[in-house]
């Protein structure tokens, strides 16, 4: 811990490991949110919104397994959400919103109760709370908008019809050059042709 630029450890805080609730938002708190939180399983309310917290948000809060509430709104953490977190079967509120996470939103647990104001002002997130889909691409999911498979079906259709239309015009130019060339030619030679057979053209 830190007062006026001074570095402290206290030996004490084992006493933490019974609060039941710690608030801490709207306060300007910089940096990570640090592993050891994780240990503070008696929490049944833990509140770090609209401060500056940073990094990842840590897979460690799963052990808090008292946890009903839980909000990170507000602060500027980056990366997925912990599929661990879905282990949080008492969580009934959640709240990540406007932060710069990424990847998909869990499904499980008590994720699937969520709606998309937990989640939202993350460009970069996607799922089923979400009205951005996620699209697989073998290395993770990605966002992907409601029309995005219309659109590419749409065009892959466009594009095939241009081919087609381009050989069938080609194809008629070219027989039509080729014929008013060498048709009267042909005719002739198949006229001698026919002449020798005994054949009439």
């Not at 990847?103 to 709370?129: D, M, V, Y």
Request: aromatic content about 8%; glycine content about 12%; hydrophobic content about 40%.
């Amino acid at each position: 811990m830190s007062n006026k630029g001074v570095v402290m450890n206290y030996k004490e805080l084992q006493h933490l490991y019974y609060m039941v609730a710690i608030d801490l938002s709207s306060n300007r708190i910089s940096g990570i949110i640090p592993d050891v939180m994780g240990e503070l399983k008696s929490l049944v309310l833990l509140n770090l919104s609209n401060n500056m917290l940073s990094g990842n948000i840590p897979s460690s809060l799963r052990k808090l397994t008292n946890l009903e509430a839980l909000d990170l709104s507000l602060n500027n953490l980056s990366g997925n959400i912990p599929q661990q977190l879905t282990e949080l079967t008492f969580l009934e509120f959640f709240n990540v919103s406007f932060n710069k996470l990424t990847g998909t939103i869990p499904e499980n647990g008590q994720f699937s109760t969520f709606q998309e104001n937990s989640f939202e002002g993350n460009q970069g997130l996607c799922g089923i709370q979400l009205l951005k889909k996620c699209e697989d691409h073998g290395m993770g999911s990605m966002p992907q908008s409601d029309n995005g498979d219309q659109d590419s079906g749409s065009s892959l259709v466009q594009f095939d019809w241009k081919i087609i239309l381009i050989g069938y015009g080609g194809g008629l130019v070219a027989g039509l050059s080729l014929g008013n060339i060498f048709g009267p030619n042909i005719l002739a030679w198949l006229g001698k042709i026919f002449k020798g057979s005994n054949l009439v053209l």
